[in-house]
């Protein structure tokens, strides 16, 4: 696609349930990147994928997150168990290699809410 | 997480006025980038700069990338209401991977 894809846009759960997010890169973009966006708060770094490994994963806040990347293109971020205080925006980006590396792409997001 | 110190963290500013907005980090950078974030959507990048010193235009936007590399401004002109929206800095040292780190944020508000 033109753009980083995150779908759902919206998700609610109850306390205790499993989520998953998703997310499509920009075509060709070997490096991912997941940042979680509390209400009125900055950009918190969770995980960085290049290709399908992931050499930073120092942002988990817990065990309770995972990620995963496929084929180099598709991640998808696994919160278990979910609590009231992983509601957040959920955002993903995209950047390419080379000069422009430094330069990420982001989607709109994935807003969390949990009761 | 490491955050690069934005300020203000918020303003308001009456149509028209010119803003500006900084971020200073302990630490240097090889790379400054700057991003609006609109409501319910993902920041996007605005400009990017690559040398200490270096001053860059974007329209209305002008960013500069500090002397010490320990810095970066951003000043928007003459400023219009679609301008409302998050600031974010974000600054990354060069060199195999290195994490981009971002600023705490600026919200702008533009009064009509």
């Known amino acids: 696609g033109a753009g980083v894809s995150q779908s759902p846009s919206n998700k609610v759960t109850e306390k205790g349930k499993d989520v998953e997010l998703r997310c499509d890169p920009i075509?060709?973009?070997?490096?991912l990147y997941w940042y979680r966006q509390s209400l009125g708060q900055g950009l918190e770094f969770l995980i960085y994928f290049q290709g399908n490994s992931a050499p930073d994963k120092s942002g988990l806040p817990s065990d309770r997150f995972s990620a995963e990347r496929t084929g180099g293109s598709v991640s998808t971020l696994t919160i278990q168990r979910t609590q009231q205080e992983d509601s957040a925006v959920y955002l993903c980006?995209?950047?390419?290699?080379?000069?422009?590396?430094?330069?990420?792409?982001f989607g709109a997001g994935t807003r969390l809410s949990v009761l | 997480g490491q955050q690069l110190n934005q300020s203000p963290q918020s303003m308001f500013i009456q149509e028209g006025e010119d803003v500006s907005m900084n971020c200073t980090s302990s630490?240097?950078?090889?790379?400054w980038l700057w991003y609006k974030q609109d409501p319910g959507e993902g920041p996007v990048l605005l400009i990017a700069?690559?040398?200490?010193?270096e001053l860059t235009s974007n329209g209305r936007l002008t960013a500069q990338f500090g002397i010490t590399r320990k810095d970066s401004f951003l000043n928007i002109s003459a400023s219009i209401p679609s301008d409302v929206g998050i600031y974010f800095c974000a600054g990354q040292l060069t060199g195999g991977y290195q994490k981009v780190t971002f600023g705490t944020g600026t919200k702008l508000q533009v009064i009509p």
């Open positions: 630490s240097i950078f090889n790379t």
């Open positions: 700069l690559y040398k200490a010193g």
């Open positions: 980006a995209s950047s390419p290699v080379g000069l422009a590396s430094s330069i990420q792409y």
């Open positions: 075509s060709g973009h070997t490096a």
